[in-house]
């Protein structure tokens, strides 16, 4: 295993027990994991706590990362935010802190695909215009990938009121676009 | 997506992501970030490093990764209430643990199956199991730990948890699973029933006065004293063809209560000097 070789390479690596891989994966996802958690959290400790165990779980989990329907980052990623929730919302609350149950997809959603073109175009504008709650519900289901359920209990609301901002949030995009 | 189908477009460059981390950025651009983020290892690789603070993280995360995960009797230990150090400290010798428990289980086992080999011999067998059962706590008190027993028990008697808790704490282990077994032993020998709960308070006995004697004597030694007058008395009674009966019926098991209390009270009193790993 060196810095060469690819994420999936070090997961498999890893799912064998390797520690040096483990290492890699690291030092490779470790800063920008810190970089997005704490946008999301203030709390320096909560974001280090969530990385570390980030890590725990890939160590133990790593052979249940299937390479055909994930790209590596955006499962590792998943694991974070899903361990950043589930810390901030204390022992109790251990309901997210998990593995996804199944690999999210690796087609990218429509969202995403128009989100990473938001650099130049009308809909940097438009999020900008959405009331905050509404951005908020965008924010974690299409950037976070955090389900509706997850993403309801992430931002203190019901899940049904949770989809009722989602449905609103696109349709009030819908209209700032037109 | 891969890194490829993004590259042209855009990256983020080092004011983007200084701005990005102090929060300088409209909502949508944040997101924009986040979302290249996921898609693009290039920029991924880029992000500022705090090679200190990647350290330190990552010696956590190998320290977590390390650390042993408890066994199945340590988490049912756990569960039934017992603190979590105390749990590991009896769960953490186990090369020591199977000398004893095999010596315990063998013992018994061949009680039980004199007993049902020959039947003439049952009643004999009865009375050797009655006699033996109760010295079996004691000799597995006296022999699991300490010095002879026990490689480490220099290192251990040097740390702060060595004296009468851990003693009492290992002597406590010991002697629920060897009763324990002989109680499982005694329910399976032919005779009465009552026969099947008349060693305890004997082997309760001896266990407590062992303990208290070892206030005064190496633990061992102590348990020599205890378990050599057991068998002499009980031995000695049997081997001269007078009834062993007498010495499990109610006059003396209340007798033996009472003498426990002593026992009890003394190793109360005493308790500070309880200390197996040193000679004196």
Not at chain 1, 112 to 120: G, Q
Not at chain 1, 146 to 165: D, M
Not at chain 2, 154 to 178: F, K, N, Q
């Amino acid at each position: 295993m060196t810095q060469d070789s690819s994420d999936a390479e070090l997961l498999r690596a890893v799912a064998a027990e390797d520690m040096e891989a483990l290492h890699l994966l690291h030092g490779r996802h470790a800063p920008w994991l810190r970089l997005r958690l704490t946008r999301r959290c203030a709390d320096p400790d909560v974001v280090d706590a969530a990385i570390q165990d980030t890590f725990v779980a890939i160590w133990r989990d790593a052979r249940r990362y299937r390479e055909t329907r994930a790209d590596p980052a955006a499962w590792i990623w998943t694991i974070a935010i899903r361990r950043l929730v589930g810390n901030l919302r204390g022992p109790g609350h251990r309901w997210v802190g998990g593995i996804p149950e199944q690999d999210i997809e690796t087609v990218p959603s429509a969202e995403d695909l128009v989100l990473l073109r938001v650099e130049h175009g009308d809909l940097g504008e438009a999020l900008d215009r959405l009331s905050p709650e509404l951005r908020a519900v965008i924010q974690a289901t299409a950037i976070d990938g955090l389900t509706v359920k997850e993403a309801a209990r992430c931002l203190g609301v019901a899940e049904g009121t949770a989809k009722t901002r989602l449905m609103r949030a696109r349709a009030r995009l819908r209209e700032l676009l037109a | 997506m891969t890194s490829k189908e993004t590259a042209a477009a855009w990256h983020v460059d080092k004011d983007l992501f200084d701005a990005y981390a102090n929060g300088r950025l409209t909502p949508s651009r944040v997101m924009a970030v986040d979302a290249h983020l996921q898609a693009c290892a290039v920029c991924r690789a880029a992000v500022p490093l705090d090679a200190s603070w990647l350290d330190r993280s990552w010696s956590r995360v190998n320290e977590a990764v390390l650390a042993v995960r408890p066994s199945r009797v340590e988490r049912a230990l756990g569960n039934v209430g017992i603190p979590e150090h105390r749990v590991r400290l009896l769960a953490a010798t186990p090369a020591l643990r199977w000398s004893w428990l095999l010596a315990t289980a063998a013992v018994l086992a061949f009680g039980v199956a004199a007993a049902y080999t020959g039947q003439a011999g049952a009643r004999t067998t009865l009375l050797l199991f009655l006699v033996f059962a109760p010295v079996l706590p004691v000799l597995a008190v006296a022999t699991a730990y300490g010095p002879p027993a026990d490689p480490m028990h220099e290192i251990t008697s040097a740390t702060p948890t060595a004296g009468p808790s851990l003693v009492l704490w290992r002597a406590a282990a010991v002697v629920g699973v060897s009763m324990a077994m002989g109680a499982v032993a005694a329910v399976l020998l032919p005779g009465p029933g009552w026969w099947a709960a008349a060693w305890l308070l004997p082997a309760f006995l001896l266990c407590v006065s062992t303990l208290a004697l070892a206030t005064v004597l190496p633990l061992a030694a102590a348990a020599a004293v205890f378990g050599g007058l057991w068998l002499f008395v009980v031995g000695g009674v049997a081997i001269a063809g007078s009834p062993v009966q007498p010495l499990f019926g109610p006059v003396t098991q209340v007798g033996y209560l009472a003498a426990a209390f002593v026992a009890t009270t003394v190793l109360t009193v005493r308790r500070r000097r309880l200390d197996p790993g040193e000679t004196r």
